[in-house]
């Protein structure tokens, strides 16, 4: 696929496709759910621009009052297209699955024992935090006339969180009592691919002398 957009991308240009609306209130949007690391602002105007020069949105100045003109965005034909087409790329492929907590996990070696265990602390007990919110809201969203789509999604974020906070909890009970626990290479794959590529060396080898 040769437009493959980034998820936040996707997700504004998303927004922008249920109905117009300017970029300030796009950044508002996006942040209204996210408790810990927020998307800058200039990001999601960055983002509008580029999904502009794109074609894939475009602008129409609007009146606010006594408030400065705004720029309302509304998605074009190409743009709800490509929404099509990513969706279908994305659902029918397993997503990437190096997140940012896996990432951490695979570097943490570089951080001292007593400010891993410390970090790792700090995110356990945000996550226990935002998995309270999620119970709370996945409880007072039981009428019959709730989207099913929100019911799922509050589902698959709880499950997520839980999930982490189990892994975070074993990581911390092996920095507690590995002294290994530093020692792996970065990325831990590293020592298998260095023998796939020998291994390779010598097929090749074997290849060029059996031709001759």
């Known amino acids: 696929m040769n437009e493959v957009l980034s998820k936040t991308a996707l997700l504004i240009l998303g927004i922008i496709a249920n109905e117009p609306i300017n970029p300030y209130a796009i950044s508002k949007l996006v942040n209204f759910k996210r408790?810990?690391?927020?998307?800058?602002?200039?990001?999601v105007y960055g983002i509008v621009n580029m999904l502009k020069k794109r074609g894939l949105i475009s602008g129409k100045w609007m009146k606010n009052g006594n408030m400065p003109d705004k720029t309302i965005y509304s998605i074009t034909p190409k743009g709800e297209e490509l929404i099509k087409r990513n969706l279908v790329y994305w659902l029918a492929n397993p997503h990437e699955i190096l997140t940012e907590l896996l990432l951490s996990i695979i570097l943490i070696g570089y951080l001292d024992k007593e400010t891993a265990l410390r970090t790792l602390k700090e995110h356990q007990v945000k996550t226990e935090e935002a998995i309270a919110v999620g119970k709370a809201l996945r409880k007072s969203r039981k009428q019959t006339d709730d989207s099913h789509i929100r019911k799922i999604s509050i589902e698959y974020?709880?499950?997520?969180l839980q999930v982490n906070h189990k892994t975070v909890d074993t990581l911390m009970k092996t920095l507690e009592t590995d002294l290994r626990w530093a020692d792996s290479p970065v990325p831990w794959w590293r020592d298998e691919f260095l023998s796939y590529k020998k291994t390779r060396k010598k097929i090749q080898r074997g290849k060029s002398h059996a031709e001759r």
């Open 35 to 43: 408790t810990n690391i927020k998307i800058p602002t200039q990001t």
């Open 157 to 160: 974020i709880l499950n997520t």
